[in-house]
């Protein structure tokens, strides 16, 4: 088939819920995608912020092709190895006591809501079961993850959608105050947002929802779905604030590409929830937790983490750079390998000129072009990005 058939044959076959550029992927290698006519593109994307350690990582490929061939899938049913070494790793490097495994990251905010609600219910508070989430925030598609979900657009075409959600001003510690009264079981937040465009959440915001939270009995959620795992410099991108959550959601770079979605959550927590209370037939599969494993160890390494905050500082200096000699860009956002840039124009004209540039880039709403390099990059992909990002900016 032509490039031109896959697509068309897309068009016509696949609900049409993306608008897909007019070129077809067909392999990867390190920080670099080739499409069908042989095409090459710096990719900052990752398969949004999926791909930390790139395309072609043989140590991926082998925990597939060895657990593959071992066991696949159970059902939590059964004990497999692999599901608890990955948990264990995951507390040992974490706030958290005890892990729940989902297959998506909407899937593992459905899970925080749900325990939210069960540990109010547990206390005794029947009508404790009010959400507060923030303008701005992303949590996912399904009926409670789209209800905190800010913007309009994703979810007033499904009403009703679970209720019991209150949107406070990102950044406005007052108006959260406020909006944290005592009907509020949780309180959901992305420390650094990513669809909502790369904002960062300021040390006295975080910490004061912290405060706020214990003050009234509500849990802290951080959705680090985007931001956690290496991104931001940090594993997880709570530390740099010095509070800790009482559950946290992840997913995307967990699964080296493979679908999985993970809820951390306290002892505290744990204790409200019973056998048989929450489950899921694929989640935590001895496949999927065994790749996961690989891809955690990788990214917990202090050495590999020293190099994203190293490659992120870089970045960091050609954004500055790069913004001072471009008026376009109004703002730079985003934190390590996480950046955002606010431009006077629009986003999706500067990633379709990217394509014909040869790069990948993401965009956050209609001003914001993302970026969400491999967590691999090195200082070569900065200097290319930087040099493509200009010819992209020329379709402005
Ligand atoms: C992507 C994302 C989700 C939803 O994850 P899915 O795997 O697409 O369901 C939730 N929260 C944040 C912050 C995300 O970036």
């Not at 410099?233 to 009482?246: C, F, Q, S, V």
Request: with cysteine; charged share 20%; hydrophobic share 45%.
């Amino acid at each position: 088939m032509s490039a031109d058939d896959v697509i068309a044959n897309d068009q016509r076959y696949i609900l049409q819920t993306y608008q897909r550029p007019d070129f077809v992927l067909d392999r990867g290698e390190g920080c670099y995608v080739f499409d069908t006519a042989g095409r090459r593109y710096l990719d900052c994307v990752a398969g949004i912020a999926v791909n930390a350690l790139g395309y072609g990582d043989t140590q991926v490929a082998q925990a597939i092709a060895e657990q593959a061939t071992r066991l696949i899938h159970t059902s939590n049913l059964y004990h497999t190895r692999p599901g608890g070494e990955l948990a264990k790793l995951m507390v040992e490097r974490s706030f958290a006591d005890r892990v729940f495994f989902s297959n998506s990251g909407a899937e593992a905010i459905e899970g925080a809501i749900k325990f939210a609600r069960k540990v109010a219910r547990e206390r005794g508070r029947e009508n404790k079961t009010a959400i507060v989430a923030f303008s701005g925030s992303f949590h996912g598609r399904t009926m409670g993850a789209v209800a905190a979900t800010h913007r309009a657009k994703y979810r007033l075409p499904f009403m009703p959608v679970m209720p019991g959600v209150r949107f406070a001003p990102f950044n406005d510690l007052a108006a959260a105050q406020a909006a944290i009264a005592g009907d509020v079981c949780a309180v959901i937040v992305e420390p650094v947002q990513g669809e909502g465009g790369l904002s960062v959440a300021a040390p006295e915001f975080l910490r004061g929802l912290r405060a706020r939270c214990d003050a009234v009995g509500a849990l802290l959620i951080a959705d680090e779905i985007q931001c956690g795992m290496g991104r931001t410099g940090t594993l997880w991108a709570y530390e740099p604030y010095g509070i800790t959550p009482d559950i946290m959601t992840v997913a995307k770079p967990l699964g080296g590409g493979l679908p999985i979605g993970a809820i951390l959550l306290t002892e505290a927590v744990a204790g409200a929830i019973h056998v048989g209370e929450h489950g899921t037939t694929f989640g935590g599969g001895p496949l999927v937790t065994a790749v996961a494993k690989v891809v955690f160890e990788r990214i917990a390494d202090p050495a590999f983490l020293a190099h994203v905050r190293e490659v992120s500082d870089y970045l960091d200096e050609a954004l500055h750079d790069f913004a001072s000699a471009h008026p376009q860009v109004i703002e730079l956002r985003g934190r390590g390998l996480m950046r955002g840039l606010q431009i006077d124009g629009s986003a999706g004209l500067v990633r379709q000129a990217g394509h014909d540039a040869g790069i990948l880039l993401a965009t956050a709403g209609d001003d914001v072009v993302r970026l969400l390099p491999p967590l691999i990059v090195e200082r070569q992909h900065v200097d290319e990005l930087v040099e493509k990002l200009g010819i992209a900016f020329r379709g402005l």
